[in-house]
């Protein structure tokens, strides 16, 4: 499985961004992709995921201000970003956790855009 994702850059604060990951490879058809986030000195931690059937989940400091979503049949997945804070400055990885051959959960991981909130 590989992810390519884009969409990242320079933003002032208060802005909009928005990214996107293709994923290819062999992944189930129930699966859940995301995106994660880590700033310099922190750890890597969750921004939002979204099943396949649709239910999304967000982390607490970007609800209301980030929206996830997927194309199923071409297996990608977004983040529009809006309202963006410095604090949000961070390099972004997008994710998919797949079912494998012998029906348990592996996470993937593409290699990350950078994303950098400043005036």
């Known amino acids: 499985v590989q992810l390519q994702a884009c969409g990242g850059g320079l933003v002032q604060p208060g802005g909009s961004l928005r990214l996107s990951c293709a994923a290819s490879?062999?992944?189930?058809?129930?699966?859940?992709m995301g995106w994660y986030r880590q700033a310099p000195g922190k750890q890597r931690g969750l921004v939002a995921v979204?099943?396949?059937?649709?239910?999304?989940n967000y982390g607490d400091d970007v609800k209301a201000r980030f929206t996830i979503s997927r194309d199923n049949a071409k297996t990608m997945v977004y983040l529009q970003m809006s309202s963006l804070k410095p604090e949000d400055t961070a390099i972004y990885y997008c994710s998919v956790q797949s079912l494998d051959g012998t029906n348990r959960w592996r996470n993937y991981w593409g290699k990350g855009t950078q994303v950098t909130v400043s005036s």
């Open positions: 979204i099943f396949s059937s649709g239910t999304t």
């Open positions: 490879g062999s992944i189930s058809t129930d699966n859940v």
